[in-house]
């Protein structure tokens, strides 16, 4: 079952924060974080294996509520360059190991 | 870049063709996954491939079918195209572990397919 990704659009100006959201009615195994920009394929960011675990790198961190099957994308500090469309992908017990992508939420940064 | 190559990057064809997509895996890796990318969707779930058999399908019908070579290499098949299949065609490599899950996902940078 597809999660569900909130907001499904944000505009940001160079510098601000942004924190999207991933929401699933099933269990977890993993969150899987990816962005992709308009006619590329979608570049992994992260992925959260634990309940409760955050990780992140440079201004990029994200963080796994396993309880409640959600997980956090936290961009601070935006930069031009994080513009594109974020996808969560959900692995689940009864996935088959699939990944169960969100619709996505595009990002835009401004100057 | 991953190191996941696909071919050919687009492709039109006739309703009612055949058409197959060839995925090669990044080094190291032992598992393909396909999807299906329709405009302004997320990507769905169609089969993944772990050591030359498929270990999990989502909600495609018999026409889509898969193939991994003894190098992890991949294909699609898809027999008796629809309009409807239309749409961006990834495969993601990752690696398959005892304990039963994937790790992260690279994309090659995916198959454009129109059938008109």
């Given at each position: 079952?597809?999660?569900?990704?909130?907001?499904?659009?944000?505009?940001?100006?160079?510098?601000?924060?942004?924190?999207?959201?991933?929401?699933?009615?099933?269990?977890?195994?993993?969150?899987?974080?990816?962005?992709?920009?308009?006619?590329?394929?979608?570049?992994?960011?992260?992925?959260?294996?634990?309940?409760?675990?955050?990780?992140?790198?440079?201004?990029?961190?994200?963080?796994?509520?396993?309880?409640?099957?959600?997980?956090?994308?936290?961009?601070?500090?935006?930069?031009?360059?994080?513009?594109?469309?974020?996808?969560?992908?959900?692995?689940?017990?009864?996935?088959?190991?699939?990944?169960?992508?969100?619709?996505?939420?595009?990002?835009?940064?401004?100057? | 870049?991953?190191?996941?190559?696909?071919?050919?990057?687009?492709?039109?064809k006739t309703r009612g063709q055949q058409v197959?997509?060839?995925?090669?895996?990044?080094?190291?890796?032992?598992?393909?996954?396909?999807?299906?990318?329709?405009?302004?969707?997320?990507?769905?779930?169609?089969?993944?491939?772990?050591?030359?058999?498929?270990?999990?399908?989502?909600?495609?019908?018999?026409?889509?079918?898969?193939?991994?070579?003894?190098?992890?290499?991949?294909?699609?098949?898809v027999n008796a195209l629809e309009l409807?299949d239309?749409?961006?065609?990834?495969?993601?490599?990752?690696?398959?572990?005892?304990?039963?899950?994937?790790?992260?996902?690279?994309?090659?940078?995916?198959?454009?397919l129109?059938v008109?």
């Amino acid at each position: 079952q597809q999660p569900v990704q909130s907001p499904q659009a944000v505009i940001l100006r160079e510098g601000e924060d942004a924190v999207i959201n991933c929401s699933s009615s099933k269990a977890l195994y993993s969150v899987h974080w990816y962005r992709q920009k308009h006619g590329e394929a979608p570049v992994f960011l992260m992925i959260l294996l634990k309940g409760g675990e955050q990780k992140g790198h440079e201004k990029i961190s994200a963080s796994f509520n396993e309880k409640k099957q959600q997980s956090s994308l936290y961009l601070t500090a935006s930069q031009l360059s994080y513009s594109g469309t974020y996808f969560c992908g959900t692995e689940s017990k009864n996935s088959g190991y699939a990944l169960n992508f969100g619709k996505g939420t595009s990002l835009l940064v401004t100057p | 870049e991953t190191g996941v190559t696909q071919s050919p990057t687009h492709l039109i064809k006739t309703r009612g063709q055949q058409v197959t997509l060839r995925c090669s895996s990044q080094s190291g890796h032992n598992t393909v996954s396909w999807y299906q990318q329709a405009l302004g969707q997320g990507p769905q779930f169609i089969f993944q491939y772990y050591r030359e058999e498929e270990n999990g399908r989502g909600n495609f019908p018999p026409r889509f079918s898969g193939l991994q070579f003894p190098n992890y290499s991949s294909e699609l098949n898809v027999n008796a195209l629809e309009l409807d299949d239309s749409a961006l065609y990834l495969c993601a490599s990752s690696f398959f572990g005892l304990q039963g899950m994937n790790t992260e996902a690279f994309f090659g940078q995916g198959t454009r397919l129109t059938v008109v």
